[in-house]
């Protein structure tokens, strides 16, 4: 069953900017929004967890492929993913996850389908910072972005940290080569883009208060108090820190990994078993 994922993420249609992980099943789909990277290729961990027959879409950033130029804003980035989900599902109710900068889309996206009318019954956070406004610093977003873009390409992380950019790229390149890498130089130049311009956006984002049930998973390892957390993806405290901004139950389960480990084997089935039966409410 997880064949599919595997194929989708393998393929020619790899960046698209619907990525559907398992398009097959007769129950109302799940959308997993991407992360930071603008990939969703993480999420096919899921698909062991969840059921033959839950279809499970992955929603992309836009401008990996040439199709779309990257969302000029915060408003247009929750438009063009809810565009994409219409385009699957015309009408909810609604099923939404996201991982870390998706955990943050999907919530905004779950309250901009509360004020169309719609019905949201699934929002599932993996460790969401809290977005805040602040200053935009380039510095610090290029490190992250050499960070990420070595975790997109499975480069092996430098002991001293992740290096330049364009030393990722140039690594990826000869990764791709020699066939280790699922991007080439190329694509991973687009991503890193991508990245750049949802860092850049991050801060527009201004939570609304989603008016219905919320799942957390809280990565409980490598954490960093949150008033030195350059990276606010490591900040503690995340959970707690969401609580104002959903007006129903808001369920917290601690996941023993770090923020960038959730969707390894272990983290991802244990997110996956509750998420499972968060999606099957009648069976019990």
Excluded at 86 to 114: E, I, K, N
Excluded at 138 to 146: F, H, K, P, Y
Aim: hydrophobic letters at 40%; a negative charge; charged letters at 20%.
């Amino acid at each position: 069953a997880a064949q599919d994922g595997q194929d989708a993420v393998a393929g020619p249609a790899a960046l698209a900017p619907l990525l559907p992980l398992r398009a097959e099943g007769d129950r109302r789909p799940l959308f997993c929004v991407h992360p930071g990277a603008g990939v969703s290729w993480r999420y096919t961990g899921l698909l062991p967890h969840l059921g033959a027959d839950q279809p499970v879409f992955g929603i992309q950033a836009a401008g990996l492929d040439g199709t779309r130029q990257p969302a000029r804003d915060a408003r247009e980035m929750v438009e063009g993913c809810l565009g994409l989900v219409r385009s699957v599902q015309p009408d909810g109710p609604y099923r939404l996850l996201g991982w870390s900068y998706g955990g943050f889309v999907a919530h905004a996206m779950a309250c901009a389908l509360q004020e169309q009318g719609e019905e949201v019954e699934l929002l599932a956070l993996l460790d969401a910072p809290l977005p805040h406004a602040g200053e935009h610093d380039a510095g610090t977003a290029e490190r992250q972005v050499a960070g990420l873009l070595s975790r997109v390409a499975g480069l092996p992380a430098g002991a001293d940290g992740p290096p330049g950019v364009e030393d990722v790229l140039d690594r990826v390149g000869e990764a791709h080569r020699a066939g280790s890498s699922p991007v080439s130089r190329d694509e991973a130049a687009s991503i890193a883009a991508v990245m750049r311009n949802n860092l850049r956006i991050a801060p527009e984002f201004t939570p609304g208060v989603f008016r219905g049930d919320a799942l957390f998973f809280s990565a409980t390892q490598d954490l960093v108090p949150a008033a030195d957390a350059r990276d606010l993806s490591l900040a503690a405290g995340k959970a707690d820190a969401w609580r104002p901004y959903v007006r129903g139950a808001f369920e917290d389960h601690a996941v023993p990994c770090g923020h960038y480990d959730m969707t390894e084997p272990d983290p991802i089935a244990r997110i996956g078993e509750v998420v499972a039966k968060a999606l099957r409410p009648a069976s019990g």
